[in-house]
């Protein structure tokens, strides 16, 4: 897990707020996958991008979530209007290049946990 | 649909024995598979990933092996020792679009 970074590590919104949730990739790497674990669930791919492009956004909910990668600066997860079924943990991961389909590994950050009360 | 179940919700065993985890999927044809470990507030961190023309790989105390006709992957850990005790994934895929089985906890006992 070294390098890929996500903060804060822990956040806490009342329904209705907003929550964004940022990661900054292992240093040299250019892709960003983000997923989601809700409590007694595996993970959950939402979202692959790279600097300023989003490849593939289909397991983002269709409202509310949204995800940039920006040229300069983290990559951003952001959840308008939250709702108690929110609250899980969003582990972002990064690669320095496009997993071929021979395979390499992406590289999970600590995650953040959302609560949502 | 594409699903991926791993048949063990929870797995205790002894110190010293061999933990053997399995990882089922169906409706896929994966080009590889991967193992992840997961301790409780942590993120996945990889182990060893296999592809659809290895039959075996081996890593340490750690060995996989992939069996595209049964559509199975079985994880082993020889000699498990108390700091074994975690969640191990399973995870299908490619381009970074990865499919992951809920997990299995495993527990060594001293």
């Known amino acids: 897990n070294a390098g890929v970074m996500q903060n804060p590590r822990h956040l806490v919104r009342r329904r209705g707020q907003e929550a964004r949730l940022r990661c900054s990739p292992m240093?040299?790497?250019?892709?960003v996958y983000w997923y989601r674990q809700l409590p007694e669930e595996g993970l959950k791919f939402m979202v692959y991008?790279?600097?300023?492009?989003?490849?593939?956004e289909s397991g983002m909910p269709k409202e509310r979530f949204s995800a940039e990668f920006p040229k300069e600066g983290p990559s951003i997860l952001r959840i308008q209007q939250v709702v108690r079924g929110d609250s899980a943990a969003y582990f972002c991961?990064?690669?320095?290049?496009?997993?071929?389909?021979?395979?390499?590994?992406?590289?999970f950050g600590e995650g953040s946990w959302l609560t949502v009360v | 649909s594409q699903k991926i179940e791993q048949n063990s919700e929870a797995l205790n065993i002894q110190e010293g024995k061999t933990a053997t985890l399995t990882c089922n999927y169906t409706?896929?044809?994966?080009?590889?598979l991967q193992w992840y470990r997961q301790d409780p507030g942590r993120g996945p961190v990889f182990l060893l990933l296999?592809?659809?023309?290895?039959k075996e790989k081996r890593k340490e105390r750690l060995k996989v092996t992939f069996d595209t006709t049964l559509k199975q992957s079985l994880f082993h850990i020889t000699a498990s020792q108390p700091a074994d005790s975690a969640t191990y994934l399973c995870?299908?895929?490619?381009?970074?679009?990865?499919?992951f089985g809920k997990g299995t906890k495993l527990s060594v006992k001293p």
């Open positions: 409706n896929y044809s994966p080009a590889y």
């Open positions: 240093k040299g790497h250019s892709h």
């Open positions: 995870a299908l895929g490619s381009q970074g679009n990865l499919i």
């Open positions: 991008l790279q600097k300023e492009n989003i490849i593939d």
């Open positions: 991961a990064s690669s320095p290049e496009t997993v071929t389909s021979s395979g390499n590994t992406i590289y």
């Open positions: 296999i592809r659809e023309n290895e």
